[in-house]
């Protein structure tokens, strides 16, 4: 799809305060009253020592820089004790929209209740949380987990042996593992061999994927849940000087590097992680303006980079 930019925010925001007047019950007054009021946005992010939510961090603060709003980001490092707490301190400064990124799609329901319980307009974005959230913004995971196993099996030629390198236990990994085993059920040749959870860390990835190797000398390819660990797993299978294939799903800057020199990085299904964070602050203004009612769920296209198209792809 094509990339939300500041401009396109800009005409959304506006289209957000037509439909939020036309909806709202309130006086005029008090609705001026409500935008002029300066707003305060909070972000937990379920981790940030990933290029790909440093980028949607970057288009919040820019998106609430053109609305003059406050911005507080909190990073639960995949700790989903530590995020609920986090919530709870933005809750006590007072935030008017919580955006969610969860480190476990359940275990944050406490913090989503307690958010709601306190007024805060909840989004849910990248990652589905549980709880009453008001909507819900994320990649169609399940489709990037099928565009990765179909080239996968349109590479192996429908037959061989492959691995899965799952992650944290949140509805997009989920899903895009459920989307990568339904590709590569339409070709009976392919078998899955072994699964393990590389934690969608680089390391933690290198160590899981040398064990895969070890166990299966005959593997042919791997599918990572991200890319983050998919360069861990490049790492593994580059020092093991093993002809084993690797597809994955992220858009990374390195990984479309790796994909674009012809290695055995062969393709990454993209996904647009500005366009998820503007769209979702989109969401929750349009709720804080007066909306009564927001779409409970808005799909983000995705799209495989291989080494035949990922040349000027970037976040």
């Given at each position: ?60 603060e820019d998106a609430a820089k ?129 699964t393990q959870n590389g934690k ?116």
């Open positions: 799809m094509k990339r939300l930019s500041k401009q396109m925010f800009a005409l959304l925001l506006a289209c957000i305060m037509l439909v939020a007047a036309g909806c709202s019950n309130q006086s005029s007054s008090a609705a001026g009253e409500n935008k002029a009021k300066k707003i305060k946005i909070g972000m937990s992010f379920q981790e940030m020592n990933n290029p790909y939510f440093i980028s949607m961090k970057e288009a919040l053109e609305i003059g709003a406050e911005v507080v980001i909190a990073d639960a490092q995949h700790d989903v004790s530590k995020q609920i707490n986090d919530i709870d301190d933005m809750i006590q400064k007072k935030i008017d929209i919580l955006l969610i990124n969860p480190t476990d799609s359940k275990g944050v329901e406490s913090a989503v209740v307690a958010a709601k319980k306190a007024g805060v307009i909840v989004v849910a974005v990248d990652a589905q949380a549980s709880g009453p959230i008001d909507s819900f913004v994320g990649s169609k995971n399940y489709d990037a987990g099928y565009l990765a196993g179909k080239k996968m099996a349109e590479d192996l030629g429908g037959k061989g042996k492959v691995a899965i390198l799952d992650g944290i236990p949140v509805v997009p990994i989920l899903e895009r593992v459920k989307g990568f085993k339904a590709a590569i059920a339409e070709n009976p040749g392919i078998e899955i061999v072994n969608q860390d680089r390391a933690e990835a290198m160590k899981v994927t040398e064990n895969m190797l070890q166990a299966n000398p005959d593997l042919n390819a791997i599918f990572s849940v991200n890319d983050e660990g998919a360069l861990g797993s490049l790492g593994a299978i580059e020092a093991a000087s093993k002809n084993v294939s690797l597809y994955s799903v992220d858009g990374h800057p390195e990984a479309i590097k790796a994909i674009l020199k012809g290695g055995v990085f062969k393709a990454t299904t993209a996904q647009y992680p500005r366009d998820q964070v503007r769209i979702g602050l989109g969401m929750a203004l349009s709720k804080l303006w007066g909306a009564k009612v927001v779409p409970k769920e808005v799909p983000i296209d995705v799209k495989l980079q291989t080494k035949e198209n990922a040349k000027g792809f970037s976040w």
